[in-house]
């Protein structure tokens, strides 16, 4: 079995991932492949994985298994692993599932088409060097399933950070910049494709250039894609708030396509433990930077990411955590227990939060933001809002669903054709996760 066929695609884990998985699908595609939705009919089944916390780990195993199960019941299929587990664990795994062909880390997937077609030739092939920075080779082709109103462009690749809980520097490698021009021309190419909404991506976004001579700086490349006529609204992930400088926040008072909302990680309200995390800011400065924000845009929308339990986190620590969902107006947040990752510095530290303990803290955080949610949502009923609208909901006929600058999701009762317009939609009741309206004008 050489050659092109049918491939499945199998991703887990980030934004990123899921973009990687859109350039090999390109690259695939190229080469005559075609993608399948059933991986029963599939030649080639690729898993993208993560490796950020062991669930993430875990979901790969049983995904793997599933696969590995219809290759020893017979079906001719390729299997492959890719993205962040494969990098930190390559060998391992081609040791533990005989069935696995082919493993590869994100470095790997502009070669996605050389290192498959090595596996069709009955190798086991195993490829996890991290390529050169200097000219690193960003692919430009644009996923061939782009559809829908929102898009991804990744922007940077890696993590130079050295935060002390975090694998990504691990599976990622060192960082690089992408070309501004590449990206401006990637941008324009998805709304050409009907794109709207675009997200730029990279692990610490705010860095982005200042490694590279000659490129822009991150507030250079906002006003640079800013102009690409026909963007409707710019989005950016993830943001640090060390490097989160006065030219950033400054687009935020002249891009008006720039959304308001914004993802700004904090991690922890303590400042001893944002110390021990390494992330080189106090909880004064994150008040600080969020305040300037909110000057420069007054409706601006934050989310964060949080972790409970860190090594050392007290019941002191943790209220500061908790004091600053109020301090800073958390609408929406990711929050994970903390969970020790192979090779990382927090590895070191000894003084283990009993896990009931983090567990009681993560559902008092998860309680109290939703809460915030519920509340922020309520406060837009009888109020106007501009959305642009996705398309049918996944939960009920005749509704469709829209997102705002600010990313609250609205449902009202409305046609499918709507996908793709700009809808003026009044508010009339607020949920934990989205907004219920009816349309006022097209
Ligand atoms: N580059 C991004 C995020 C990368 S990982 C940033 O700097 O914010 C996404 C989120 O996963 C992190 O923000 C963190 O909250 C969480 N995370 C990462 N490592 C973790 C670990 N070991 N345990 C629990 N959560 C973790
Ligand atoms: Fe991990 Fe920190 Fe880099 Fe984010 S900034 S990817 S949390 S090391
Ligand atoms: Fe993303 Fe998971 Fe890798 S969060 S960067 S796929 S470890």
Same mark, same amino acid.
């Given at each position: 079995?050489?050659?092109?066929g ?5 991703? $887990?884990?980030?934004?990123?991932n899921? &973009? ?5 699908? %390109? ?20 898993v993208?994985t993560?490796?950020v ?5 875990d ?10 199960m219809? *290759?020893?019941?017979?079906q001719?299929?390729t299997i ?5 587990v494969?990098q930190e ?5 081609l ?7 082919? &493993?590869?880390?994100?470095?790997g ?5 050389? /290192? ?9 092939v195993m ?20 559809t ?10 890696g ?41 730029l /991506? ?10 590279? +001579?000659?490129?822009?700086?991150? %507030? ?10 026909? $963007?409707?609204?710019l ?6 708030? *060390?490097?989160m ?17 914004l ?5 922890s309200?303590?400042?001893r433990?944002?110390k021990?995390m390494k ?5 004064e400065?994150?008040?600080? +930077?969020?305040?300037? /924000?909110?000057?420069a845009?007054?409706?601006?929308v ?10 050392g ?9 908790m004091s ?18 192979p090779?990382?510095?927090? $590895?070191?530290?000894?003084?283990? +939060?009993d896990?009931a303990?983090?567990?009681?803290? /993560? ?14 949502? *309520? ?9 642009? +609208? ?32 700009? =809808? ?15 349309? =006022?004008?097209?």
């Amino acid at each position: 079995m050489d050659g092109a066929g049918r491939v499945y695609f199998h991703t $887990l884990g980030c934004q990123m991932n899921e &973009v990687d998985t859109g350039k090999m699908r %390109a690259r695939l595609t190229a080469q005559g492949w075609v993608t399948t939705d059933d991986p029963g009919l599939a030649d080639l089944v690729l898993v993208n994985t993560c490796s950020v916390r062991e669930k993430a780990v875990d979901k790969m195993r049983s995904v793997l298994g599933s696969y590995r199960m219809a *290759r020893r019941f017979g079906q001719r299929v390729t299997i492959g692993v890719a993205g962040c587990v494969a990098q930190e664990r390559g060998a391992e795994l081609l040791e533990r599932y005989p069935e696995v062909d082919l &493993v590869f880390g994100p470095d790997g997937v502009n070669r996605v088409d050389e /290192l498959v077609a090595r596996a069709q030739r009955g190798e086991r092939v195993m490829d996890t060097t991290f390529l050169d920075l200097d000219g690193y080779p960003f692919s430009d082709e644009i996923d061939p399933a782009t559809t829908g109103v929102a898009g991804f462009v990744t922007i940077q690749k890696g993590c130079d950070n050295k935060c002390t809980f975090c694998i990504v520097p691990a599976t990622r490698g060192a960082e690089a910049s992408r070309p501004a021009d590449a990206i401006v021309a990637e941008v324009a190419a998805l709304v050409a494709r009907g794109i709207k909404d675009v997200t730029l /991506l990279g692990q610490n976004v705010n860095s982005y250039g200042l490694k590279r +001579v000659g490129e822009k700086t991150f %507030a250079e490349l906002l006003r640079a894609v800013h102009e690409v006529p026909g $963007l409707e609204v710019l989005r950016y992930t993830t943001s640090h708030p *060390r490097d989160m400088g006065p030219d950033v926040v400054q687009c935020y008072a002249d891009l008006p396509k720039l959304a308001s909302h914004l993802h700004l990680p904090v991690q922890s309200g303590s400042n001893r433990v944002l110390k021990r995390m390494k992330r080189y800011y106090t909880r004064e400065h994150f008040l600080d +930077v969020v305040a300037q /924000l909110r000057k420069a845009r007054p409706d601006l929308v934050l989310s964060t990411d949080i972790i409970v339990g860190f090594p050392g986190e007290t019941d002191e620590d943790f209220e500061q955590t908790m004091s600053l969902l109020d301090d800073a107006g958390f609408v929406t947040s990711f929050s994970f227990k903390y969970n020790p990752r192979p090779g990382t510095p927090a $590895l070191k530290l000894k003084d283990e +939060v009993d896990p009931a303990v983090a567990s009681a803290r /993560l559902t008092r955080w998860q309680d109290a933001q939703r809460e915030r949610s519920l509340q922020f949502h *309520r406060s837009l009923e009888g109020s106007v809002v501009r959305a642009l +609208v996705e398309g049918a909901s996944r939960h009920d006929e005749g509704v469709v669903a829209g997102r705002t600058s600010a990313f609250t999701m609205v449902n009202f009762p409305g046609s499918p054709e709507l996908a793709g317009s700009f =809808v003026d939609v009044r508010v009339t009741r607020g949920f934990t996760h989205s907004c219920r309206g009816e349309l =006022v004008g097209a």
